[in-house]
């Protein structure tokens, strides 16, 4: 599962959870795209946040 509250270690941050409002939001300015961005490359490269900015990066 992406957002195990429970693991406060590195690899949980590195995972994008959409179920989360929060996490989408922060998720979203941090890439500086919209939810809606954010949520298509989710679907499109999966939760791995490495993964998902470079699809938003173009790389």
């Known amino acids: 599962m992406s957002d ?3 693991n406060r270690g ?3 941050r590195q995972r994008i959870s959409l179920s989360e ?4 939001r922060d998720w979203a300015k941090k890439f500086g ?3 809606e ?3 298509a490359a989710v ?3 999966g939760d791995r946040a490495d993964d ?3 699809e938003l990066r173009g790389g």
Do not use: C, I, P
């Open 4 to 6: 195990d509250k429970t």
């Open 10 to 12: 590195g690899g949980d």
């Open 21 to 24: 409002d929060y996490e989408v």
């Open 33 to 35: 795209v919209t939810e």
């Open 37 to 39: 961005g954010l949520r």
């Open 43 to 45: 679907q499109k490269v």
């Open 52 to 54: 998902v900015e470079r």
